[in-house]
């Protein structure tokens, strides 16, 4: 079954503007993650955030957990052509540790 | 130095056949998956092996048979392959499974 959604589908936006993505999600997890995947490629792990923290950072990419709300952002600020992906965010399950994977959203950075 | 490799990349073949997809993994990691993308780039996870032991097995027809015949290595053989077979399949693996995983390439298999 599919637990987390991405939010946007598609986003298109100007190099050097900062992108947010959103994933939701329904059941109670352990951590949630979020990969890319350029065309053609197979993905690559961006950040893994644990349920009991609320925001982490790597280099240009932000991301907050709300799991108040079951949802998590994830921001890429100055964005460049190279950003160019789909972003996939990855739940699992509480009770195991099974990934439940959304359907992406596709950014497109515009030089 | 690959962290996690398949072959073939791409797999064109007809109804009816049999072929199987291979992968290995040079981290030295406990666990394998494989995931099935389909063509609105959907992932879904097909198998994970722990230490060459079986843990999630999805509801996939069992058309589909992963063999592990060490920690290094996942293989999935697909037997009398249908339309709806065509899809990417990636190989994964990660330490265990509480932490992010590496893909590979993906193998893009086409069943005419």
């Known amino acids: 079954s599919q637990q987390g959604e991405e939010d946007p589908q598609a986003l298109s936006i100007q190099e050097g503007e900062n992108a947010t993505m959103n994933c939701s999600y329904k059941?109670?997890?352990?951590?949630l993650q979020w990969y890319r995947q350029n065309s053609g490629r197979g993905l690559v792990h961006l950040i893994l955030?644990?349920?009991n923290e609320r925001e982490k950072h790597s280099g240009r990419l932000r991301v907050t957990l709300d799991t108040s709300k079951k949802s998590s952002s994830l921001l890429i600020t100055a964005s460049r052509a190279a950003d160019t992906a789909s972003y996939f965010c990855?739940?699992?399950?509480?009770?195991?540790?099974?990934?439940?994977w959304g359907a992406g959203t596709k950014l497109i950075i515009k030089p | 130095d690959t962290a996690v490799s398949q072959t073939p990349k791409y797999l064109v073949t007809q109804m009816g056949n049999d072929k199987s997809i291979k992968c290995e993994q040079n981290l030295g990691h406990d666990t394998m998956y494989w995931y099935k993308q389909d063509s609105k780039k959907f992932l879904k996870i097909m198998f994970s092996y722990n230490n060459k032991e079986l843990i999630i097995n999805e509801t996939v027809p069992n058309r589909f048979s992963p063999k592990s015949p060490d920690k290094a290595h996942l293989n999935l053989h697909i037997n009398s392959l249908e339309l709806g077979d065509s899809a990417v399949y990636f190989c994964?693996?990660?330490?265990?499974?509480?932490?992010?995983?590496?893909f590979g390439p993906g193998t893009r298999l086409t069943v005419t």
């Open positions: 955030i644990r349920s």
């Open positions: 990855a739940t699992d399950l509480d009770s195991n540790y099974q990934l439940i």
């Open positions: 059941t109670s997890i352990n951590n």
């Open positions: 994964a693996s990660s330490q265990d499974q509480r932490y992010e995983q590496y």
